[in-house]
């Protein structure tokens, strides 16, 4: 009986623990949103960070996006081709593998692969300038480590990725033309014009929206985490794992709300 006490008494105590830490965690990341707002506004800027920084996010994951889109779209348009074919539905392949990937498939998936390069990479290099005390000699020098590590990547985060989303759109289509035409035996003409006429800008501007949040995910929680380093090198890689996750879980659950306040502002059911 004792046994058991002392088991559920270590349960209640080790839940309490985790939601303090995620509240914890909560407060945190959202003072470090209140003081990136506030030095985002004031000088000095730092541009050449930015552009380093777009190109470190940005241009450097171009590769990994495309892979994803072109074979995403491969697989979309060959599941669905597949399956309605059974029922006279092929078809319909351009409008609904277009229309998934514009609204859902794109969005996510681009900023999944950025949460697992760039959030775990943002990370890990600002836990190592903290544990080899550089962001303390930053301070040393009179300069704020918000302005000059944190707000270069949140900016460029906030620019990279819907664009990168935009090129994701365009890849993960033209994959789907491609399997269209070689495995289902669609008119590639036929495939464009239902493409074209299905994707509203509506359709492209949710898409696209989605991503400006799910890059404030994905750079703040990095950013936070990698600040707030602990356990000297051995606590680098535990940051790094939590950025990824934490970026990763909001990705996806604010995706369910994000979809469901696009559907209200516009009227679609």
Known sequence: MNSISLA???????????????????????????SVLRDVWTRPRYPQLVIEQIYQIGVRSTGLVMITAAFTGMVMALQFGLGLEKFGGKLYVPKIVSLS?????????????????????????????????????????GTSPIKRIVVPRILAC????????????????????VVGVAELGLDPFFFYNKVVTTISMTDLFTGVGKTVFFAFCISLSACYFGLNVQGGTQGVGLTTTKAVVVASMSILISDFFLTKLFFVLFEKV
Do not use: K, Y
């Not at 559920?8 to 209140?34: D, E, I, K, Y």
């Open 101 to 141: 990937i514009v609204r859902e498939i794109a969005p996510v998936f681009c900023s999944l692969m950025l949460a697992a390069r760039v959030g775990a990479g943002i990370a890990s290099e600002i836990a190592s300038m903290v544990v080899t005390q550089q962001i303390d000699a930053i301070r040393v020098l």
């Open 8 to 34: 559920l008494q270590s349960t209640v105590a080790g839940f309490g623990s985790r939601v303090s830490g995620v509240v914890q965690n909560l407060g945190g990341v959202w003072l470090l949103f209140q």
């Open 158 to 177: 906030l620019i990279a990725l819907p664009l990168l989303c935009i090129l994701g759109n365009i890849v993960g289509i033209a994959g789907a033309l």
